[in-house]
C-alpha cells in the first residue's frame, strides 16, 4: 500500500503515516508524511520504502528496504539513502488507485532480493516481479525499462487508445545469437551483437544496416509499432534505432527521407524522433540535445478508426495528427545503409520490437 502527505499534530496525539502498537507490513510505499511527537512501539517493515518522513521512532525496517536513518533504526539488511520515487497520481496500469511508480533508474528497482517475492502483485494487480527481482514499496515498475535493458522484457503495452483488443504481429527481444527470419543483415563492416537486445558499431566508414525481411506492418487496420533502444556513443554521423518506412532504401544508398513515417535517430543534432504529419512535412516530435545516450521507449500508432497518427516517447504522448493524405508504413529498418565519412558513428543498442495489429 502507499502512505503519502499525512500530517499527525497538537496536543498529545498520536499518528502519522501509520499509527500502530506492532505489527509487520510487507511491500509498502510510505513518504512525505509528518507526526508532530514520536511514539514508542516497535514496527517491523519488510521490502518496503520509508523516506521523506519526520518524527522520531524505534521503529525497525527490515530487509532490502530504504529508510531516513534520523527517523527509523535499520537494521542489517537494511538499505539508507536517497531513493527515487514517482509522484502521485501515476498513470493507472490496470488498477483503480494511485500510486508511486520507481522511475527509472531508483535504487527500489530489483531492490526485493532473490528468491519468491513477498506477495505476488502489487498495490494494482500488476504481477510480480516484472524485471530480474522485485522491487520495493507497493508499485512495481511494469514500464519497458524498469532497469534499462532487462533479460525478460516486461510483455509490450499499447498505449494508444482505440488499440484494447489488439493481436501480436512481432514479438522481437533479439535473444540471439543470430537474426531470426523476420529480419535481413548487412553487416557492412560494422559489428553487429545479439543477446537479449541487438547493439551495432562501427569503426570504419560503412554502418550496420538491418531491414525487416517482408513487409512486416499488417496492410490493414490499426497498429503499433513500439521499441526501447539507447545509444551507447554520441558522435557526429548519425544512425536510426528504428526507422518505419514505405518500402527500403537500398544497402550503400542514401536513405529516401520522403519514404520515412517516423523514426529516432542520433547524430550531430542530438537525438530526435520525428513523424510524418503530411506529405511533405517530417519534423521533430522529441528532441533531446545534447544527447544523453538515455534509454527511450517510443511508439507510433495508425488508428484509422479515429484516422490519425500517434507518438508516444518515454509515457507521454508527442504528436496526435490526422493520418488522411499519409502513406501507410510498411517496414522497417534500423543502422545505416549509406556509406559516409570517416568520423565514428553513433552506435546503439535496440532492446526490442513489438508490432501489435487490430484487424479492420
Same mark, same amino acid.
Not at 135 to 146: K, V
Not at 155 to 175: R, W, Y
Not at 252 to 258: L, M, Q, R, S, Y
Not at 337 to 349: D, I, L, N, Q
Given at each position: 500500500?502507499?502512505?503519502?502527505?499525512?500530517?499527525?499534530?497538537?496536543?498529545? !496525539?498520536?499518528?502519522?503515516?501509520?499509527?500502530?502498537?506492532?505489527?509487520? /507490513?510487507?511491500?509498502?510505499?510510505?513518504?512525505?508524511?509528518?507526526?508532530?511527537?514520536?511514539?514508542?512501539?516497535?514496527?517491523?517493515?519488510?521490502?518496503?520504502?520509508?523516506?521523506?518522513?519526520?518524527?522520531?521512532?524505534?521503529?525497525?525496517?527490515?530487509?532490502?528496504?530504504?529508510?531516513?536513518?534520523?527517523?527509523?533504526?535499520?537494521?542489517?539488511?537494511?538499505?539508507?539513502?536517497?531513493?527515487?520515487?514517482?509522484?502521485?497520481?501515476?498513470?493507472?496500469?490496470?488498477?483503480?488507485?494511485?500510486?508511486?511508480?520507481?522511475? /527509472?533508474?531508483?535504487?527500489?528497482?530489483?531492490?526485493?532480493?532473490?528468491?519468491?517475492?513477498?506477495?505476488?502483485?502489487?498495490?494494482?494487480?500488476?504481477?510480480?516481479?516484472?524485471?530480474? !527481482?522485485?522491487?520495493?514499496?507497493?508499485? @512495481?515498475?511494469?514500464?519497458?525499462?524498469?532497469?534499462?535493458?532487462? !533479460?525478460?522484457?516486461?510483455? !509490450?503495452?499499447?498505449?494508444?487508445?482505440?488499440?484494447?483488443?489488439?493481436?501480436?504481429?512481432?514479438?522481437?527481444?533479439?535473444?540471439?545469437?543470430?537474426?531470426?527470419?523476420?529480419?535481413?543483415?548487412?553487416?557492412?563492416?560494422?559489428?553487429?551483437?545479439?543477446?537479449?537486445?541487438?547493439?551495432?558499431?562501427?569503426?570504419?566508414?560503412?554502418?550496420?544496416? =538491418?531491414?525487416?525481411?517482408?513487409?512486416? =506492418?499488417?496492410?490493414?487496420?490499426?497498429?503499433?509499432?513500439?521499441?526501447?533502444?539507447?545509444?551507447?556513443?554520441?558522435?557526429?554521423?548519425?544512425?536510426?534505432?528504428?526507422?518505419?518506412?514505405?518500402?527500403?532504401? +537500398?544497402?550503400?544508398?542514401?536513405?529516401?527521407?520522403? /519514404?520515412?513515417?517516423?523514426?529516432?535517430?542520433?547524430?550531430?543534432?542530438?537525438?530526435?524522433?520525428?513523424?510524418?504529419?503530411? +506529405?511533405?512535412?517530417?519534423?521533430?516530435?522529441?528532441?533531446?540535445?545534447?544527447?544523453?545516450?538515455?534509454?527511450?521507449?517510443? @511508439?507510433?500508432?495508425? =488508428?484509422?478508426?479515429?484516422?490519425? =497518427?500517434?507518438?508516444?516517447?518515454?509515457?507521454?504522448?508527442?504528436?496526435?495528427?490526422?493520418?488522411?493524405? /499519409?502513406?501507410?508504413?510498411?517496414?522497417?529498418?534500423?543502422?545505416?545503409?549509406?556509406?559516409?565519412?570517416?568520423?565514428?558513428?553513433?552506435?546503439?543498442?535496440?532492446?526490442?520490437?513489438?508490432?501489435?495489429?487490430?484487424?479492420?
Amino acid at each position: 500500500m502507499v502512505i503519502a502527505g499525512t500530517v499527525g499534530t497538537g496536543g498529545n !496525539a498520536q499518528g502519522g503515516a501509520i499509527f500502530s502498537l506492532g505489527d509487520t /507490513l510487507a511491500n509498502c510505499s510510505a513518504g512525505g508524511n509528518i507526526c508532530a511527537s514520536g511514539g514508542t512501539a516497535t514496527f517491523t517493515i519488510s521490502n518496503s520504502i520509508a523516506a521523506n518522513s519526520t518524527g522520531t521512532t524505534t521503529d525497525v525496517v527490515s530487509h532490502t528496504s530504504y529508510a531516513d536513518a534520523s527517523v527509523y533504526v535499520p537494521n542489517a539488511t537494511t538499505q539508507t539513502g536517497t531513493v527515487t520515487l514517482g509522484t502521485l497520481p501515476a498513470p493507472l496500469h490496470g488498477g483503480l488507485v494511485d500510486v508511486m511508480i520507481p522511475p /527509472l533508474g531508483s535504487s527500489a528497482i530489483d531492490a526485493g532480493g532473490t528468491g519468491p517475492c513477498a506477495v505476488s502483485t502489487d498495490q494494482r494487480g500488476v504481477s510480480r516481479p516484472q524485471g530480474a !527481482a522485485c522491487d520495493i514499496g507497493a508499485a @512495481e515498475n511494469d514500464s519497458l525499462f524498469s532497469n534499462g535493458f532487462e !533479460a525478460t522484457p516486461a510483455p !509490450a503495452l499499447v498505449q494508444c487508445s482505440g488499440m484494447n483488443k489488439h493481436t501480436d504481429s512481432l514479438i522481437e527481444t533479439f535473444v540471439g545469437p543470430t537474426l531470426s527470419m523476420d529480419w535481413t543483415q548487412q553487416g557492412n563492416g560494422g559489428a553487429v551483437t545479439l543477446s537479449h537486445g541487438i547493439s551495432l558499431a562501427s569503426g570504419t566508414t560503412t554502418f550496420p544496416f =538491418i531491414t525487416s525481411a517482408t513487409p512486416i =506492418i499488417p496492410a490493414a487496420g490499426d497498429f503499433s509499432v513500439r521499441w526501447s533502444a539507447r545509444y551507447t556513443n554520441f558522435a557526429n554521423q548519425g544512425t536510426g534505432t528504428l526507422v518505419l518506412s514505405n518500402g527500403l532504401p +537500398a544497402n550503400g544508398a542514401n536513405d529516401d527521407v520522403a /519514404l520515412r513515417s517516423a523514426s529516432a535517430w542520433q547524430d550531430s543534432g542530438g537525438f530526435i524522433v520525428r513523424a510524418r504529419t503530411t +506529405a511533405s512535412t517530417y519534423n521533430s516530435v522529441f528532441t533531446e540535445n545534447p544527447a544523453q545516450n538515455n534509454p527511450h521507449d517510443i @511508439e507510433y500508432c495508425w =488508428i484509422g478508426s479515429q484516422s490519425s =497518427i500517434k507518438v508516444w516517447v518515454d509515457g507521454t504522448r508527442q504528436l496526435q495528427a490526422p493520418n488522411t493524405g /499519409l502513406t501507410r508504413p510498411t517496414s522497417l529498418w534500423f543502422g545505416n545503409p549509406v556509406v559516409a565519412g570517416g568520423t565514428a558513428w553513433s552506435s546503439f543498442k535496440l532492446d526490442h520490437v513489438y508490432v501489435r495489429s487490430v484487424s479492420p
